[in-house]
């Protein structure tokens, strides 16, 4: 295999699979991604400042054997801009395709290769990475090498997803994320909606005058056309907007003053209201991008929280023609204040995806994530039946668990009992919206469980077992986020 790169051939090998499309040749080193029974590595050849700054094991004084390590990875950033993540702008399609296992990129690039949408194929919230032990790292490193693999010269993106600490903004932008969702949910109060019309006055005068002065006299019985739409504002309705969204707009700015808009580089900047208990009308919507247009914040998406219900992993929930009416609005009104409209929990959506390209016009942002750890879930259940039998039972006892950090609401009695499921139909379970959903929000818990001697319970075998069988998660991601490409008009 090596004297075959040496002669600038790409080998053929029964004992490794060869990846012919990371074949690359640059200043005297010709490297190749291979994966035999170990896992996977970078062959390199020759000599030259990239062959010696790749670590390995040297073969020959021309021969190195160099794992998929951190380091390597950051040789390859600095030598092939081409997997080095890179930010987009607001006039691009991108779709975020978390990837919880550093396994599904592959299968991702495929499907989205030569489609009028890029890659966010380093896509994890802090909540996620803190549930897997997992790192940024980890995740730029899977996304960068996968990118290598594929040889995908089209360009992706890496976005710190969900982060709403400021120390964990500086840790994300110095691994060099090109997007950042900031998630202001902790600076949007709960039940502004429900107070009276005698609280609301209280809780408004509380303020301090300057603040009260300014959104009077800015917005009370003042009436904004945007894109066709009226806007009208009412002293209640500035009262609750006010007391709602007030605190999380310093925090925006802060944000973008610090962080964003004095960046070396570009950094795609997605505001995320979405994981708030008040949906956000499209009124709301319009309140918070003019406050973020005056104060001159520039945002490439903004993720509201829309009507209905965007649970995990399964189709949306609630009215249809209400959704319409009301994304239609928000999608003018994004469009109005030049960014993108972000649909986060985008994974399975389908009912409502075909409203969402007619009125986002094909620019947009759209997360997925769950979704293909749950392809995931289906090729072990298709493959190792015993293991997904044991997943399956130690999921249904620590569910509870897992509802601390989701909101789903999966009836689990109309899950069928595993012993009345034959192994070949085990995977039907994926298509089970409550099976679906225990599955979706149990991912941290399975893949960290331990027995008594501290040996992972799972995740050991399944990523074993993934590893063998490759080609089939690829096909399966191929299929399914392609079903979300293809619906998104993408
Ligand atoms: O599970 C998470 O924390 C993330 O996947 C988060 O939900 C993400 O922002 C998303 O919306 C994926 O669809």
């Known amino acids: 295999m090596m004297n075959d790169l040496e002669n600038g051939k790409v080998p053929t090998s029964s004992s490794a ?21 170990e896992g996977k590595w970078l062959l390199a050849v020759g000599e030259g400042v990239i062959f010696n700054d790749l670590e390995g094991t040297t073969l020959t004084n021309d021969k190195k054997v160099c794992p998929l390590s951190h380091e390597n990875r950051l040789v390859l950033n600095h030598y092939f801009d081409y997997t080095v993540p890179r930010a987009f702008g607001t006039k691009t399609a991108t779709m975020g395709l978390g990837d919880r296992l550093g396994l599904a990129s592959p299968g991702h ?17 802090i909540r996620e990475l803190t549930l897997l032990n997992r790192t940024m790292k980890d995740m730029l490193d899977a996304a960068s090498f996968a990118v290598f693999q594929e040889g995908y010269k089209d360009g992706f993106g890496a976005d710190g997803d969900h982060i709403k600490e400021e120390k964990d903004i500086e840790y994300a932008l110095s691994l060099g994320v090109s997007m950042l969702t900031l998630d202001c949910s902790d ?6 909606e429900s107070l009276s019309p005698q609280e609301l006055v209280e809780q408004f005068n509380q303020l301090d005058e300057e603040t009260k002065a300014y959104f009077k006299n800015e917005y009370v019985n003042k009436t904004f056309s945007v894109n066709g739409l009226s806007i009208q504002f009412d002293e209640t309705n500035v009262m609750k907007n006010v007391l709602q969204y007030a605190k999380s707009l310093n925090f925006m700015a802060h944000v973008f003053d610090t962080y964003i808009s004095e960046s070396p580089r570009p950094i795609d900047f997605e505001i995320s209201i979405d994981e708030t208990e008040t949906i956000t009308s499209p009124q709301a919507h319009f309140f918070v991008a003019n406050e973020l247009q005056r104060r001159g914040v520039s945002v490439t998406s ?3 929280r829309f009507c209905g219900e965007f649970q995990k992993g399964i189709d949306y929930i609630g009215d249809i023609d209400q959704f319409e009416h009301e994304l239609r609005e928000h999608a003018l009104i994004a469009e109005f204040f030049g960014y993108k409209l972000s649909i986060h929990s985008g994974s399975d959506k389908f009912k409502v995806f075909p409203i969402i390209a007619k009125y986002t016009k094909g620019v947009l942002h ?10 995931a879930v289906r090729v072990i259940a298709n493959t190792n039946p015993s293991l997904y039998r044991r997943m399956h039972t130690y ?12 909101h789903v609401t999966p009836d689990l009695d109309s899950v069928i009992p595993l012993d009345q499921v034959e192994d070949e139909k085990l995977a039907d379970y994926m298509n089970d919206d409550a099976a679906r959903q225990l599955f979706h929000v149990t991912y941290g818990i399975l893949l960290t469980a331990k027995d008594e001697n501290g040996e992972f319970l799972f995740k050991d075998e ?9 080609d089939v998660y690829r096909e399966a991601l191929v299929k399914h986020i392609g079903k979300h490409v293809d619906l998104l008009g993408l």
């Open 366 to 375: 759209i997360k997925t994530a769950g979704t293909n750890w749950l392809e």
């Open 395 to 406: 999921a249904l006892q620590h569910f509870e668990e897992a509802l601390a950090y989701y």
């Open 17 to 37: 699979k060869i990846y012919e499309q990371s074949y690359t040749e640059q200043d005297g080193t010709k490297l190749l991604m291979v994966h035999d029974q």
């Open 109 to 125: 690039i495929e499907t989205v290769r030569n489609r009028a949408v890029k890659p966010i194929l380093a896509q994890q919230s």
């Open 462 to 470: 399944f990523f074993a077992t993934l590893n063998q069988q490759e």
């Open 302 to 304: 903004l993720a509201p």
């Open 187 to 192: 600076h949007i109060p709960k039940q502004i």
